[in-house]
């Protein structure tokens, strides 16, 4: 009986720059990104050390309500958990030449912690808050 083995990836690192995003004609779309991912550790001396990889990451949106919802979080900065497959595939340069890429191909991308939020329209202004019954006109509240 042959072993089967698992091609998992989790990731979990911060945006280099805004996922881009491509709609099929089909009301479903991909998006791809890069997630930086960095490593600590002390070395022998009592240093600390890092290294930080980036990691190419591409994903298949199935509704306009998940690519208007990532479109929102998936900006520069923000903070994300992966996990998905590492895969390779081989491509044809603008020079000829054949080029391979390794990709992690997503099954989930969550946004984490106090992930900014991209508007594409300005905030509308608040409206001022009346006074509260017992607060006198002119009273400065904090």
Sequence with gaps: MSRSYRNLVLLQGGLTADAKFHRF???????????????????????VQERTEYHNVVKKLFSEAQINFF?????????????????????????????????VVADRIQPIGSTPIASTKPAAPEAPEPPAASQEPGDVVF
């Design 71 to 103: 479109t929102e979080r998936l900006v520069k900065g923000a903070e994300v958990d992966v996990e998905g497959e590492l895969t390779h595939r081989e491509y044809t340069r603008e020079d000829g030449e054949k080029a391979v890429i390794t990709e």
């Design 25 to 47: 004609d089909d009301g479903t779309g991909s998006l791809r990104m890069r997630v930086a991912t960095t490593k600590r550790w002390a070395d022998k001396a009592g240093g």
